[in-house]
């Protein structure tokens, strides 16, 4: 039975293609269309959808309206953004992630690209996963409950490399679908003096990882920024990788620094997990804690295990009933490599726990 797929979008034209696209796969039907949030909503009420490609910017109620009319309505409902590429259609995007969008593709700028190859590609793997991710473990990300929140650095203008050197430690931390939303329960919760730096790969596209780094700095006590070229890794700061970068840690005379590269996807994925992580098996640090929290697919696995092999590891993963997809988590404990298996609101915890403070 095909699988059926509701699409949400104010321009005819757009909805032309999005449909022609879904149904261009055997697998899905593009069982009713809606030209806004409301008649999404109303859709929503009566019917349930394997999944819903929903636009941001549209008249009456706008994607981020209905995404929160669901969660008032307690309607659950795998959402796949289509989102522009831009400044503010960045912030909307993580808006809508920490609103229980399940993930996003970016929506062209004209007719000619929303035709090619590269929107189709994207669009078809997104539906893909949302629809295949009810086989596994699926939920929005809550917030999660702490006992104390951290109080948030003070605002800059611009995040600079703060704090001593890196010694001996590091931490590496890999997560994909739910993972913007899922990180603000670990990020924040993270000490300022944190006795290790940390290396982020969270799966996005170009144009989307700096506006999660601002989001998250403004968040935290730690450092929090989109790695640079050069960076030279410092305890207490997290370096995320860019979207559309591989991230790789390289040795110094005087210690460790960010190297970017352009090489090709890696199982279609760029910035790629396992890269980092095999990227520090030449590194000089002698204690790794690897964290690998919500995400689909199994991104980090073989990294880890060939890291495992030259380094001395401690390995975190987020455990299945606070996930929003269990695959990365659990493609880490089915290879017999983790040492803790936690629930999103302890990762943290055991992040600090296992490196301690300066």
Do not use: W
């Not at 790695?227 to 460790?256: M, N, R, W």
């Not at 060939?306 to 997809?325: E, F, P, S």
């Amino acid at each position: 039975m095909k699988k059926n797929i509701l699409v949400v979008d104010d321009s005819a034209l757009m909805r032309r293609v999005i449909c022609d696209i879904i149904q261009s796969d055997e697998r899905f039907l593009v069982e009713d269309i809606a030209k806004d949030g409301m008649e999404a909503l109303e859709l929503l009420k009566k019917k349930k959808y394997d999944a819903v490609v929903l636009d941001i910017n549209m008249p009456r109620m706008t994607g981020l309206e209905l995404l929160e009319a669901l969660q008032k309505e307690k309607i659950r409902a795998k959402v796949v953004m289509a989102s522009t590429l831009t400044l503010d259609g960045a912030k909307e995007t993580m808006q809508a992630l920490e609103l229980g969008a399940f993930d996003f593709v970016t929506k062209p700028g004209n007719f000619i690209e929303a035709k090619g190859e590269n929107f189709k590609t994207e669009l078809s793997r997104k539906v893909s996963e949302a629809v295949s991710a009810g086989n596994q473990i699926f939920k929005s990300a809550p917030v999660m409950p702490r006992r104390t929140r951290p109080m948030p650095a003070a605002p800059s203008t611009s995040v600079q490399n703060k704090g001593p050197k890196a010694g001996r430690k590091l931490i590496a931390l890999a997560c994909s679908t739910g993972g913007p939303k899922s990180l603000q329960s670990v990020v924040p919760y993270l000490p300022k003096n944190l006795d290790a730096p940390v290396l982020l790969v969270q799966h996005m596209p170009a144009g989307f990882t700096a506006t999660l780094a601002g989001r998250l700095n403004d968040l935290s006590q730690v450092t929090v920024k989109e790695a640079q070229e050069g960076d030279e890794l410092v305890k207490g700061c997290v370096y995320i990788a860019p979207g559309g970068k591989h991230l790789l840690c390289q040795k110094t005379s005087s210690g460790h620094k960010i190297a970017l590269s352009d090489a090709p996807p890696r199982d279609a994925l760029k910035p790629c997990a396992n890269i980092m992580y095999e990227s520090l098996v030449d590194s000089s640090f002698d204690e790794i804690t690897c964290v690998v929290l919500t995400g689909m697919g199994s991104d980090g696995t073989k990294g880890i295990e060939k890291l495992a092999t030259r380094k001395k590891l401690y390995v975190i993963a987020q455990d299945a009933a606070t996930c929003v997809v269990y695959g990365m988590p659990r493609s880490i404990a089915e290879a017999g490599l983790v040492n803790k298996v936690a629930p999103l609101q302890a990762v943290a915890d055991e992040i600090t726990k296992n490196v301690g403070v300066y």
